[in-house]
């Protein structure tokens, strides 16, 4: 059995925030928001204050859940839904317009990450995507390949900034 706060809030999982018990599928979710902190420079995309914020701030990514994109959040939650309803005006995946440099390709690897529900289906309603599914998806193998650590130049001015703090720390204390 895991706590509710297994997760650090801003990559927490949608179900977990409404009480739902911590499973792999969660991680998925936990993925796509780090997969896209990566797209967004390092920047937390969901950095909620508490879980409600962390909820409107997911509603206001992808829009505020449906009985058909996440039936159990109607289901079986529907004390929760009260709490939560004040966020239905949130209608819209805003995925594209918030990332609109990615590729097609790595649109719908986030787009199956960040999904509603965690359960994964075959059916035309959106399920979030499993582990299984993720490590084949074309994306990971679409060109440009990965390249290697001293080839990424933010790679280097982060080295860089990171040795100069060093050198200050050191003159620091020498005094």
Request: some cysteine; overall charge positive; charged content about 25%.
């Amino acid at each position: 059995m895991y706590t509710k706060g297994v997760v650090t809030l801003y990559y927490r999982a949608p179900e977990i925030i409404i009480g739902h018990d911590y499973d792999h599928k969660s991680d998925m979710w936990s993925l796509g928001c780090i997969f896209a902190e990566l797209l967004n420079f390092g920047k937390p995309i969901l950095p909620g204050k508490n879980e409600e914020h962390q909820f409107e701030l997911i509603c206001s990514l992808i829009g505020f859940p449906t009985g058909e994109s996440w039936p159990a959040f109607f289901s079986e939650k529907t004390k929760e839904l009260n709490r939560y309803r004040r966020y239905t005006f949130y209608k819209d995946n805003k995925i594209r317009q918030w990332f609109p440099n990615i590729s097609d390709l790595g649109l719908n690897f986030l787009m199956n990450l960040l999904v509603w529900d965690p359960n994964v289906t075959v059916s035309i309603i959106q399920k979030r995507m499993s582990a299984q599914r993720a490590i084949l998806h074309p994306y990971l193998y679409d060109k440009p390949l990965p390249k290697l650590p001293d080839q990424i130049t933010a790679l280097k001015k982060f080295e860089y900034y990171k040795q100069r703090i060093r050198e200050l720390i050191v003159k620091k204390t020498k005094y």
